[in-house]
């Protein structure tokens, strides 16, 4: 009997383990016939994997190498290529093509200025030497003035020194306000030079000769001066419309509308530079600020001479971005590291694009001091009028309270601003000319990407121009390729009118323009 119990009790054991078992095989061969019919993966199935899902990694981007077409199996060329003197508007042609467009309320009270941008000839001129209010278009006075003190393909340093004693360290601001927080971008503008990049070299240089332990101070005497305008509204840089002003920035911290950036820039810089030190195994204590030990000044301690009127503008050779002393190698004042910007011309190029005011103002800044003019947003602004009357161009009654263009006690007239582009276009003046290149494009770029893109498009493209806004003062001035190949330059200034109606009917009067042909 207790046999027999014991065999009850292992069959219901058995038959469990029969079914598992079978189980088992049923799902095996299940999964061999998906696997056969390529529903699932395994040895059996037909058809290859799909690729793992990507991941992200640091490397170098590389395209494929497309055989260029040739004209003959293009489409036509977006634009036409520039004509010769022959097809030069004229007067009467321009007249006839805009006389419906100046008749919209918004432009009757307007100053107008349309010009032949190869020749310079004046086709139109509307209240052109009316003094009125420029707005952003202020910049195009700023780019040529500060392309009269820096050298093509001029770059700013940022240097750090050591000081009176071997544990001092100096950070030297010397006008770079888009330094990279981190590695430099050889191809960038804004973060060409990096700070961490600057701290590698300082770290290298110290661990070389056993220092592990420095007191970190910054240098501020290159074109120091105010932050902010004492004409500008209080909410201009906490609102992003401008940047604090300082000769030492980072490029991730730049103003955007709506963005603001730091209050005090240099402190940002010293903060960063200082923790990077610190994640490279050197202990930094950060001093007071106040005079930094050593010689005060900068990578360029001397004041470049002003140009005089007429004169050809610098070449690289002329710049006195270099020293003329050299640096010690060792001891007090000796470099520890240094790191270069982009070009001046391509920061100002950016600015323009930009609209960036903060950007303008520091590189006017800069340009000013280092021809002996004061530091002061007012001393900057006249600075800027007495550059552009020595290109030899009528000022007579310009004032310029910034460079930039958010002051409202500005006053120029739209023939100044027609002359700036004319000279900016004649290739004698290269600083000037790069800048140029940099005004937005209508319908693609900058201030310009959301205008041209409507009733209007046909200026989309073609049109180059810096905008200028203020409440109840509105611009326009640059230049488009017309539809006979020929550029033309224009200029419009608008008071008293609402920013959308201002804007509606200056984009209208360039694409008019654009079309015309106007012979």
């Known amino acids: 009997m207790a046999r027999e119990s014991g065999a009850r009790r292992r069959g219901p054991r058995r038959t469990y383990g029969m079914a598992v078992v079978w189980s088992v095989v049923t799902i095996l061969l299940g999964y061999a016939v998906l696997d056969v019919a390529d529903a699932a993966p395994g040895v059996l199935t037909l058809r290859p994997l799909p690729p793992p899902a990507p991941t992200e990694y640091v490397a170098t981007r590389t395209l494929p190498l497309v055989p260029q077409p040739t004209p003959a199996t293009s489409v036509a060329e977006p634009l036409p290529p520039l004509a010769g003197e022959t097809a030069a508007p004229s007067p009467t042609g321009i007249e006839r093509a805009l006389a419906a467009v100046r008749a919209v309320p918004a432009l009757r009270d307007s100053a107008l200025v349309v ?27 700023s780019a040529a003035a500060i392309g009269r003190a820096f050298a093509p393909g001029e770059t700013l340093r940022t240097v750090v020194r050591e000081g009176d004693t071997p544990d001092e360290i100096v950070l030297v601001a010397g006008g770079d306000s888009l330094l990279a927080p981190g590695r430099g971008d050889p191809r960038a503008v804004a973060g060409r030079a990096g700070l961490g990049d600057l701290a590698d070299q300082v770290a290298s240089a110290l661990r070389a000769r056993g220092t592990r332990s420095v007191t970190l101070y910054v240098d501020e005497t290159y074109a120091d001066g105010p932050r902010t305008a004492p004409t500008w509204a209080s909410t201009f840089r906490s609102s992003g419309i401008t940047g604090a002003v300082a000769m030492l920035g980072l490029s991730s911290q730049r103003a955007r509308g709506g963005a603001a950036g730091p209050a005090d820039p240099v ?31 900068s990578p360029m301690p001397t004041p470049m001479p002003t140009p005089t009127s007429g004169s050809t503008p610098q070449t690289a050779t002329d710049s006195t971005a270099t020293p003329t002393t050299s640096a010690p190698t060792t001891g007090p004042g000796a470099v520890l590291g240094s790191v270069e910007s982009a070009p001046v011309q391509e920061q100002l190029a950016l600015a323009l694009t930009d609209s960036d005011n903060a950007l303008t103002e520091i590189l006017a800044r800069q340009a000013a001091y280092r021809s002996g003019a004061g530091t002061a947003f007012a001393a900057v602004g006249a600075w800027v009028v007495s550059q552009v009357a020595a290109l030899g161009l009528d000022t007579a009654g310009v004032t310029l309270s910034d460079a930039s263009g958010l002051s409202r006690e500005n006053r120029v007239r739209a023939s100044l601003l027609s002359d700036v582009l004319v000279l900016g276009y004649d290739g004698r003046h290269p600083v000037l000319r790069r800048a140029l290149d940099g005004l937005p494009i209508g319908g693609l770029t900058g201030t310009l990407a959301d205008r041209f893109t409507g009733a209007d498009h046909v200026a989309a493209g073609r049109a180059r121009a810096k905008t200028g806004t203020l409440t109840g003062a509105n611009a326009l001035a640059g230049s488009v390729v017309d539809d006979d190949g020929r550029l033309l330059v224009f200029v419009g200034m608008v008071a008293g009118v609402g920013t959308n109606d201002a804007r509606a009917a200056l984009d209208r009067l360039v694409a008019a323009i654009a079309s015309c042909g106007c012979r």
């Open 115 to 141: 010009r032949d941008g190869q020749s310079g000839d004046v086709l139109l001129d509307q209240r052109g030497d009316e003094l009125r209010i420029p707005a952003s278009t202020t910049k195009l006075l």
């Open 267 to 297: 402190l940002s810089v010293r903060t960063a530079f200082a923790g990077l030190l610190d994640a490279r195994g050197l202990a930094v204590k950060v001093a007071a600020r106040g005079r930094a030990p050593g010689a005060p000044g």
